[in-house]
């Protein structure tokens, strides 16, 4: 949406247009690049428009409706998360929370973007609820005590696959379109740190009323866990999404804050990191502990390259962040073909499994997206290239993400069995 108007910013009647389609995200995309346009005329009559105050008109009913519609979703989420007791059955022994919890949260999520949406269409409900089923049947069915590793990989990789399905609702089912694809993850980012502030104080509150409760010796421990913790995580997500709807600048300051502090200390961490495998002599081709640690921790360093180009991409141009993005990204570069060959050196000692075939699958799909990243950030940094292009290659490989986790879920449980 951002490059949207910058293209039309000359344009009053494209930009009208980019308006009426989508009032909120043309409101959160244009404060976040008016640095950027605030010298021309039209920028500034626009900024006079969308400041001036609605309050006695459209504004206050929708704020009612959204907030409404927040608490149908919380209200059905936290319903869901609590089906063992409502049902009368073990939520430990059926693995109900590790199959269910992120269907449970997804489903929330888009339930609410459903109700929020300004034109009903039918047929991707309909396509949404029955992948929802679906999902929920099979990983059900899946055994709840079986110690195949195709099981767990399933259990981990579903909620990966939903939150794909989630981004079609998101976009509107848009799959054409990159832009679409951009500004969900940079929801995702801005969800992540506002659930975070929403964990950080309700385990603050937790805490306080737990201790005053138990001041006057009534223990009150297991029902607020049980009633309270469990419906307020799986809620945290949705109100999350009802504070980015209706208060966009809450998060969109933070996140790119976050995103230029963050970058330079995870570049400056992995190098430490590297310098210190070398010296103590620890390596991930015989330890597959380390081997575990070292994927976790390119998975982070991916996901936080990602974050940092979204979020740094809505500001003005700085050579210092598209620099650190750079040398950030060629680090993990290394780190990941690290691992590649660790995994390699593995699968030819040991042969494969279904551990061995996901970590591989998922660290050569990363390794891919890596090199394409880093070579648009060369052209950025040493061509003047638009950071755009950058963003533009990130949004254009989630599907390969998707069908992975696809496969996973579906594909390696028939290839491996479930014993």
């Not at 999404?241 to 502090?261: D, F, L, Q």
Request: hydrophobic share 50%.
């Amino acid at each position: 949406m951002e490059n949207r108007i910058k293209e039309s910013i000359n344009h009053p009647e494209q930009l009208e247009k980019l308006y009426r389609d989508d009032k909120k995200g043309f409101e959160k995309a244009f404060a976040a690049i008016y640095p950027e346009v605030a010298p021309n005329d039209i920028a500034y009559c626009w900024k006079t428009r969308l400041e001036y105050d609605h309050s006695k008109e459209d504004a206050p009913q929708t704020w009612k409706a959204d907030l409404l519609f927040l608490v149908i979703a919380s209200v059905t989420a936290g319903l869901l998360i609590k089906l063992p007791q409502l049902l009368g059955f073990s939520a430990e022994e059926s693995l109900f929370y590790e199959k269910n919890a992120g269907l449970i949260v997804f489903f929330g999520l888009s339930f609410f973007a459903f109700l929020t949406k300004g034109a009903f269409n039918p047929k991707q409900l309909i396509v949404v609820i029955a992948v929802f089923i679906l999902s929920a049947v099979y990983i059900n069915l899946l055994p709840s005590h079986s110690y195949s590793h195709s099981v767990t990989l399933a259990y981990i990789h579903l909620p990966l696959m939903i939150w794909c399905l989630y981004g079609l609702v998101f976009t509107d089912f848009d799959m054409k379109d990159k832009d679409k694809r951009m500004d969900y993850l940079k929801y995702n980012g801005d969800l992540a740190i506002l659930v975070a502030l929403i964990a950080i104080t309700g385990g603050i509150l937790t805490g306080v009323t737990i201790g005053l409760f138990s001041a006057i010796e009534m223990n009150i421990e297991q029902f607020y866990v049980d009633y309270i913790v469990l419906w307020g995580a799986v809620s945290a997500p949705i109100v999350a999404t009802w504070i980015i709807r209706n208060y966009p600048s809450v998060a969109g300051k933070i996140a790119p804050v976050i995103a230029v502090i963050f970058s330079p200390l995870v570049l400056i961490t992995l190098v430490i990191y590297l310098v210190s495998i070398m010296i103590t002599g620890k390596d991930p081709y015989n330890d597959r502990d380390f081997l575990i640690v070292f994927n976790l921790m390119l998975l982070g360093v991916m996901a936080i390259i990602v974050f940092s180009i979204s979020e740094i991409s809505v500001q003005k141009r700085q050579r210092f962040n598209e620099i650190t993005l750079l040398a950030l990204t060629a680090i993990t570069l290394i780190i990941d073909l690290v691992a590649l060959s660790a995994i390699v050196y593995r699968l030819g000692e040991y042969g494969f499994t279904p551990n061995r075939t996901a970590v591989l699958g998922s660290n050569l799909l990363i390794f891919g997206n890596l090199v394409l990243i880093m070579v648009d950030l060369f052209r950025v940094n040493f061509s003047g290239k638009e950071v755009k292009k950058v963003e533009l290659t990130i949004s254009g490989y989630l599907p390969v993400y998707a069908l992975w986790t696809i496969f996973v879920v579906f594909g390696i449980p028939i290839l491996f069995g479930l014993k």
